[in-house]
């Protein structure tokens, strides 16, 4: 067993969140563990906080945590995020003037909300998140219809 840095250890829980549903601190210390990897539950718990880490609901009901990440490149990085998680949560988009609503399953807005802020759509001014809706505000000049047809199409609808 090694003990990695933070950094290290924050990359490979990100990339754990990504791989699998991972629904609790306690086995996601176990993941690491078959990993090679020491953690405690305390370290993991601080982790997961840092790496601003949250549950969300997964098809089938069940919870799990998920990391909106924040990609260092602006480019397609943002792009193939925003789409993965938008493809993911993601069930209706719909239009009104400047104004986009998409809609997720319980628990998952939030996730969305977030990844499209940190996508940097230059479009989209700000959004709002419930439990299972958003609101996004867009550009006077570009339209809701505009961007709902791309976030649409962002996330396979």
């Known amino acids: 067993m090694t003990t990695l840095g933070k950094p290290q250890r924050q990359h490979r829980i990100g990339r754990l969140l990504e791989e699998q549903a991972v629904s609790s601190q ?27 880490a949250v549950k969300v609901r997964i098809p089938g009901g069940t919870m799990a945590y998920a990391v909106p990440e924040v990609s260092k490149d602006r480019s397609g990085g943002a792009d193939d995020h925003l789409r993965r998680v938008m493809g993911e949560f993601v069930v209706e988009v719909s239009h009104s003037g400047n104004v986009v609503v998409m809609r997720t399953p319980p628990g998952s807005a939030h996730v969305v909300a977030s990844a499209l802020d940190r996508a940097g759509v230059p479009e989209v001014l700000g959004t709002v998140a ?5 609101i996004i505000v867009c550009a006077e000049q570009v339209g809701g219809a505009a961007v709902a047809e791309r976030l649409a199409g962002l996330a396979g609808l």
């Open 130 to 134: 419930g439990d299972d809706t958003m």
């Open 26 to 52: 306690a086995q996601l210390a176990e993941l690491l563990a078959s990993e090679g990897i020491l953690a405690t539950q305390a370290t993991v718990s601080r982790d997961l906080e840092d790496l601003g």
